[in-house]
């Protein structure tokens, strides 16, 4: 199993960016996904999650400091997690790491780097 990241960069206040995490090696529909962050001096903290696509619904969570700016989606069919993140912040920069539910653990992409000039 391979997580790949992509999509990270150097951005301006209030610009957008769209993480992909690339998936191998699995049938990526029947588990949870998601993305948390890594700013520098701080604890990994979780940004957003996507319930697996073999149910009618699909939930997803985000942390409080991203609703409303933050959107995760999944196509199954490419095997890929997004990330939509607009309004971006100063305090967005972070090493954002992709991540896939194993039931017995979480398995993580290398990290893409975002940051984010006032």
């Known amino acids: 199993v391979q997580l790949v990241e992509s999509g990270g960069g150097l951005v301006h206040r209030g610009d957008s960016l769209r993480l992909s995490c690339a998936t191998s090696g699995l049938a990526m529909r029947y588990y949870h996904m998601g993305w948390f962050r890594q700013a520098p001096g701080k604890e990994r903290e979780g940004v957003s999650c996507?319930?697996?696509?073999?149910?009618?619904?699909?939930?997803?969570i985000d942390a409080d400091s991203v609703k409303g700016r933050f959107t995760i989606s999944r196509d199954d069919a490419k095997n890929t997690v997004y990330l939509e993140m607009n309004n971006l912040k100063p305090e967005d920069t972070a090493v954002y790491y992709c991540?896939?539910?194993?039931?017995?653990?979480?398995?993580w992409g290398q990290g893409t780097q975002v940051t984010v000039s006032s």
């Open positions: 996507i319930s697996d696509a073999d149910h009618e619904t699909i939930t997803t």
């Open positions: 991540y896939v539910d194993m039931y017995s653990g979480n398995l």
